[in-house]
């Protein structure tokens, strides 16, 4: 059997080799999707309003990006 090449700590994968500048906007899609979640299901009257609310929670940022970008024409 070969050896396995023994490699040091910082050779392969430098410990702080990932990004984290993604951290605040994650928090941020977080706490969006949170609070239309929470206007949307208050704004249901049967269950499947409710799912098509959740659904529209998910999305919601994107649609916000996307009109934003519309209205400033770019």
Avoid at 36 to 54: E, K, M, P, R, S
Wanted: glycine share 10%.
């Amino acid at each position: 059997m070969a050896k396995e090449k023994s490699t040091s700590e910082g050779e392969c994968c430098p410990p702080n080799s990932y990004k984290r500048g993604n951290a605040a906007s994650g928090g941020v899609y977080g706490l969006a999707f949170i609070g239309a979640l929470v206007y949307f299901l208050q704004h249901a009257d049967t269950f499947w309003i409710g799912v098509l609310g959740v659904l529209k929670a998910i999305v919601w940022p994107a649609i916000l990006a996307y009109r934003i970008l519309e209205f400033l024409n770019m």
